[in-house]
DNA sequence: CAATTTAATTGCGAAATAGTACAAAAATAA
DNA sequence: TTATTTTTGTACTATTTCGCAATTAAATTG
């Protein structure tokens, strides 16, 4: 059952693809540095039609940035919901982080909360707000994981989780200012592996 | 023995003074999201005079770009050459990066490269290339602070120093993020040392 | 005291930018 | 077919921004 169409002209563009679009421009050039005509030629949509469908810069910006905050916080928490051993888990976990992190079309931009997010933090309390709760909720994620493992039999009784997950975030916050200060993501699976059984074994 | 005045008329403004003023503007806004005339406000010199004295916007934001890593870094790496046990080094040396990071006149800025610069790194090739190598720097000085610790018989033989060399990093990396998102500075204490503890002893 | 040198100040001009008013286009509804 | 609704496209305005040219100011030198 198919929706009856809308009463006016309809829409040209697709909003997720656009969504998609104007993410890519603020990822590489930050909020600042894009001007609505960049956004615009990405989009191939008018200014006008912009400022309808996405409010002005500013909103854009909150938009896309909660949009790849909810569908990386989503991802990353399905992944710690595998029924595998957990170091194996992790690495799929870090793996994931990588490639989000470094699979831009032109260069790696690393994280779009992190990194591009986090300058306007001390400007838009919004912002600072919107990192605080993903670092809240990816740590949460991190050690209900941890505890199950320990409890499962998984991990050793031993291991302090509130230290083992900072650490663990700590390592994402570091793969996101790696990763879009150049560093091949290669490199960055390697450190993560090997920083995962350090910690865990 | 005091060098002559030079010729002309006399600087109005101390160099140093006036880098100090232009870090502080771009370390809160951003490099895009300055202007040149907030640089001019922050500094009270005329943007001919801030032109003549540090070149345009870009070579302004390399300037303390660099000056604010080589201070920290060597703040850092003194610290780390203190005679004290292992711990008590990295305690003082995780409290100078927070001091650093969270003790601005307004708010708390983070890190002016890890944070601020890292956005640019994708467009301007020499940020990149500079925080990779801040990043190397405070590598190297951490590791033969590890060695150094594991020869004098303060350190257990067992610790994998790369490991442990990379972590650290990625705590600092973790404290530049979440000071800039608004953590407050006695939670990131508290995390560095849990963290300390749980990974040397 | 002139002449010279260097810095500071004023203010202009060209370009970019955000936002919006208004007209044209493309659909549905009657 | 005509009216209505919604989106798209054009074009304008006000503002900001950067860089610089020309002028004024403050020191040293002879």
Known sequence: MKKSNPRGRPKRYDREKALDQITQVFWEHGFAATSLDMVSAATSMKRPSLYAAFGDKRAMFLTVQTRFAENLSSDLANILMRPHAPTDVLKDFFKHLIETYTSGPN???????????????????????????????????????????????????????????????????????????GVKPSSLTDMAERAIHSLLI
């Open 107 to 181: 260069a790696p931009y690393g994280c779009l909360v992190f990194s591009v997010g986090l300058v306007e933090a001390v400007t838009e309390t919004e912002v600072g707000a919107l990192i605080r709760q993903v670092n809240q909720s990816i740590e949460n994620d991190l050690r209900s994981f941890l505890e199950r493992a320990i409890k499962s039999g998984a991990l050793p009784k031993a291991k302090d989780t509130d230290v083992l997950t900072s650490l663990l975030v700590a390592l994402i916050h570091s793969i996101a200012v790696r990763a879009r200060s």
